[in-house]
């Protein structure tokens, strides 16, 4: 009987899929649609998405399942894909006024000009088909106000209210507009009016109560929450806007109580309502509490996840933040938030290869993700590794032209490399709505100030000073009156920018500059000395301080300030570097190399605490071989760093290994084609070959681009073995001019057989 029982489900099985099949695309549709409807309806927004996509891809040439497919997609909050969704079903029928509408809306919360112009067609193709539409003409005013027209914007929504005086929306954007021309009591009206034209409206009492707020009349703002509440004891924004005026004003436990309301709600967006409130009043281990059993009870809410990792992040429990996400990564391995925020998280505790890593994973199923490239050049950054971080932020922003902040760091790479054209001209390629954003100002100005032009970066400096609230915009003022050598007017800018920002050593590096151009070197060193007594826990100042104490003389203060500095940040590898170099200054060279192997066995993929340790080996331990062992590992991590190549190179050319040396050389010059010392390397490993014309070739590039003495004492060499004695004889003489202690000064008298 059992046996009978199987064959007849499995045949019942095929029979309902042989059905499906037989569906035909109207009736698959229409199922799909059906599906996706409940599933959207029951907030299951990504099982919604897929339903729709069935429904799409059983008539591809219908618009409304891109509809649908847009809905889902912005109630899950990817604004983006429900953009691309609108936009399509708007090409297959320029007819559907729900997707023309939607995007028009979406369009016009932009403020760029093409956009909101954009906006104003899809709102009058909705207008074309039901005329006086009044959620089109809001559109078309909204557009309008950003564009600039007040007047075009208040004609709009006059016409939607004639046709539909109870229309909020319509109501609330006339009182925009009538802010947006400084008439406050008129946009009172305007909210009144929505009241009265729609009693039963708790939206119209919410949106005046928030006009309340603005103006500071708490209590007939209150008076309208409750309004509103009285109306629907359930209106989210309204328990939201009560509950925060009672926090503001003490009321605790009656504002626990209206959030505990909010959070009972249906909707997702207010569930985590009363756990912030928790966290925010000091009660944080109850909130983490109640975010995680909120983000276990709805997996599929990814920003109550967000919320739990971001909680336990304030908390410094890094370890659980990672926690959550890998076990979100390993249920669902192409989660690209959970790996976009794990990424991040290893960035910041140094975890360089498994931030790289995770990245790698995010870009394998969403290359077009600038996020994931950002990150990517962060990671750069923090492992030293200049082209790559400058080749990861270029295409973040090809990505996205919009990312200010790729935009803000490729300029500052560019003003470091000392390209301040270049950094002006990507700085003055910013998006239009960008141009008058802080970051984008600041950033102008450091590069006109990089280039001279003083008198151009005077406005946009004054403009943010004038704010009081910019204390970089003080620091670019001071930079500015040093070089004008108003050296008052720039420790004043110094000062009071560091009485904003006690932690920037921009300013610290112009107030010092004030005393040094006055030739007052010990009154600097005491400045700092003061400075780092008042700020003991910034890692930053106190390194910058050290670095002063040590010009001045004073190690003993620069090793204290040195240890501040990694007290208060251990993972601050500056200070480690410093207190090395003391070490070996004062004769403690195993100390000193002790410390450095320490950093780089905790850091093996720093680039920069490599090279440290190179240059420790070369300078104070005397041995080159480490160094190549040191310059071989920076290569590892970046194959094209043209420096790490060429010092390789010219070690191992010391060192008699003259194929390596060669091959480095080369590979340097490949990746620095204009670099003297590249050519000075290469020229001098062809030399040690028995290569003389082609040392020749290069020696003499080197000296024509930057004629040191030690370059021009390898040309005279190999002038002289490659028959030219006479030019040989007159470049030595030339070097010798230059400085005749030089190692290489011994090396070429021998060659010529010239006494000392």
């Not at 095929?14 to 549709?29: G, I, M, Q």
């Not at 190549?628 to 970046?638: G, L, S, T």
Request: charged fraction near 25%.
């Amino acid at each position: 009987m059992m046996r009978y029982q199987w064959q007849f489900l499995l045949a019942v099985a095929a029979l309902l899929a042989l059905t499906a099949c037989n569906l035909s695309p109207d009736a698959k549709e229409a199922s799909y649609l059906e599906k996706g409807k409940k599933e959207f309806a029951k907030r299951n927004y990504a099982v919604a998405v897929l339903q729709f996509k069935n429904a799409s891809e059983a008539k591809p040439w219908e618009a409304e399942p891109h509809y649908q497919l847009g809905l889902a997609y912005m109630a899950g909050g990817d604004a983006k894909s429900a953009a691309l969704d609108f936009k399509k079903a708007t090409e297959l029928n320029p007819r559907h006024t729900g997707a023309q509408l939607k995007l028009g809306e979406m369009m016009a919360a932009s403020r760029n000009k093409d956009e909101l112009e954009e906006a104003e067609k899809h709102a009058q193709a909705v207008l074309a088909l039901s005329p006086d539409d009044p959620d089109a003409l809001n559109v078309i005013a909204a557009a309008q106000l950003k564009l600039g027209d007040p007047q075009s914007a208040q004609s709009s929504l006059e016409q939607a209210l004639r046709k539909s005086p109870a229309h909020v929306k319509s109501w609330v954007g006339l009182a925009e507009v009538k802010m947006a021309r400084k008439d406050v009591a008129g946009a009172e009206n305007a909210l009144q009016q929505a009241c009265a034209k729609a009693p039963k409206s708790a939206e119209a009492r919410t949106y005046l109560g928030e006009f309340y707020v603005n103006q500071g009349r708490n209590p007939e703002a209150e008076q309208q929450f409750r309004q509103a509440l009285a109306i629907d004891p359930k209106h989210g924004p309204a328990l939201l806007r009560l509950g925060a005026m009672q926090a503001k004003a003490g009321q605790n436990d009656q504002a626990e109580q209206t959030y505990r309301q909010v959070a009972a709600l249906p909707e997702r967006e207010y569930k985590p309502a009363h756990a912030e409130f928790l966290f925010q009043t000091g009660k944080r281990d109850q909130a983490i509490a109640e975010f995680a059993k909120l983000a276990a009870a709805d997996p599929g809410d990814l920003n109550m996840r967000t919320k739990l990792v971001e909680a336990y992040l304030a908390l410094k429990r890094v370890d659980d933040a990672e926690k959550v996400l890998t076990a979100a990564i390993k249920k669902n391995e192409t989660d690209a938030l959970a790996l976009m925020q794990r990424g991040r998280i290893y960035l910041d505790t140094g975890k360089y290869a498994e931030a790289q890593a995770d990245m790698n994973r995010v870009l394998q199923f969403r290359k077009d993700l600038a996020d994931a490239h950002y990150i990517l050049a962060k990671i750069a950054q923090a492992r030293a590794n200049t082209p790559a971080q400058k080749q990861e932020l270029e295409e973040t922003l090809k990505l996205n032209p919009s990312f200010i902040e790729a935009r803000i760091d490729l300029a500052q790479v560019l003003l470091t490399a000392r390209d301040a054209h270049a950094a002006l001209v990507l700085v003055d390629e910013a998006p239009k709505e960008q141009m008058n954003s802080v970051a984008v100002i600041l950033k102008r100005n450091w590069a006109l100030l990089a280039l001279g032009r003083a008198a151009e970066a005077r406005p946009g400096i004054d403009r943010l000073v004038a704010t009081g609230k910019v204390p970089e915009a003080l620091v670019e003022d001071a930079a500015l009156r040093l070089d004008q050598k108003d050296y008052a007017g720039a420790r004043k800018s110094a000062e009071a920018a560091l009485k904003m920002t006690p932690g920037d050593t921009r300013a610290l590096y112009a107030l010092v500059d004030t005393y040094t151009a006055q030739k007052q070197p010990a009154a600097a060193v005491q400045r700092m000395r003061e400075y780092a007594v008042n700020q003991p826990g910034s890692a930053p100042v106190q390194q910058f301080v050290g670095q002063i104490l040590i010009a001045g003389g004073d190690r003993a203060g620069a090793r204290k300030a040195f240890e501040a500095a990694k007290a208060d940040r251990p993972g601050f590898l500056d200070a480690d570097y410093s207190l090395a170099e003391l070490d070996a200054a004062e004769g403690k060279v195993d100390d000193a190399r002790k410390r450095l192997q320490s950093v780089v066995s905790a850091h093996q993929d720093n680039k920069a605490a490599h090279k440290v340790l190179a240059e420790f080996e070369l300078t104070s331990g005397k041995n080159p071989a480490a160094a190549i062992e040191q310059y071989r590992k920076v290569v590892a991590i970046d194959p094209k760093d043209a420096l790490a190549w060429n010092a390789m190179a010219y070690l191992l050319a010391r060192g008699k290994q003259q194929d390596e040396a060669l091959k480095s050389a080369q590979k340097a010059k490949e990746l620095a084609p204009d670099n003297p010392a590249v050519d000075d390397t290469l020229g001098w490993v062809y030399y040690l070959q028995g290569s003389y014309p082609l040392s020749v070739v290069h020696l003499e590039a080197a000296t024509n681009k930057q004629g040191t003495a030690v370059r021009k004492y390898h040309l005279a060499m190999a002038y002289l073995k490659a028959g030219k004695a006479d030019r040989g004889r007159e470049t030595l003489e030339a070097a010798l001019k230059m400085n005749p202690n030089l190692p290489e000064a011994q090396a070429a008298r021998q060659a010529f057989g010239v006494a000392k």
